[in-house]
Every structure is written in C-alpha cells, then in structure tokens.
C-alpha cells in the first residue's frame, strides 16, 4: 500500500522560510514523477513545483526564484524549500507521486496534505 506523509508545514512571518517534506511508503520514488500543489480555501488545487524521474524541475510562475523542489531517492522523499514567503502562499500544501515517470495521472498517489500559513 503507497502513502505518503507530508511534514514542515507551520506559520511564518512573511519573508521567512519553511521546509516542506514528504515521505514515501510502499514504493520505489526513482523512477516516478513527484510534486507539489497547493489549495488555499475556496480556490482549486494548482501545481506549484514538478521533478520528473529524470530530475527536470517545472515551477508554477508566482514561486519561482523562492522555492526549490529536490528528492531524496534514497530515502524515498521529496522536499520544498519555501523562501521568502508571501501570505498569498497560504494554503495546504500536498504532494503527488505519479504512477509514471513524467506526467500526472487520474491514479496517481496523493499525500493528506500540510497547512501552510502566511502571516504576521
């Protein structure tokens, strides 16, 4: 059975910085796309950064130069690195694991999500 597990999430002051982590269970991430979305209330989940398997990145245009998504093969996890936080980046955060190496799909895995807010 696959599950993912997102970690990091919190408050933060606008400017400051957060990690987001999700881990992997009961498959390999090697040869899999992973991402991140974002779902602030009323508004529908949008893609905010990509890796494919072959570790090409796509960012969505209001996070790029801040965030930085990254795996760890090894230990089946992916990462966000969250710089200079705008409150307009509050959501809840999840990740995707694709059940291909490059694209999305209807039967992908989806992680239950790490709220991420923006505020002072």
């Known amino acids: 059975q696959v599950q993912l597990v997102e970690s990091g999430g919190g408050s933060v002051q606008p400017g400051g910085s957060l990690r987001l982590s999700c881990a992997a269970s009961?498959?390999?991430?090697?040869?899999?796309?992973t991402g991140w979305y974002r779902q602030a209330p009323g508004k529908q989940r949008d893609l905010v950064a990509r890796?494919?398997?072959?570790?090409?990145?796509n960012y969505a245009d209001s996070v790029k130069g801040r965030f930085t998504i990254s795996r760890d093969n090894t230990v089946n996890t992916m990462f966000l690195q969250m710089n200079s936080l705008k409150p307009e980046d509050t959501a809840v955060y999840y990740c995707?694991?694709?059940?291909?190496?490059?694209?999305?799909?209807?039967?992908?895995?989806w992680g239950q999500g790490t709220q991420v807010t923006v505020s002072s």
């Open positions: 009961g498959t390999s991430f090697s040869d899999k796309a």
């Open positions: 995707r694991l694709s059940i291909g190496s490059t694209y999305f799909y209807d039967n992908d895995y």
């Open positions: 890796i494919t398997s072959s570790g090409t990145t």
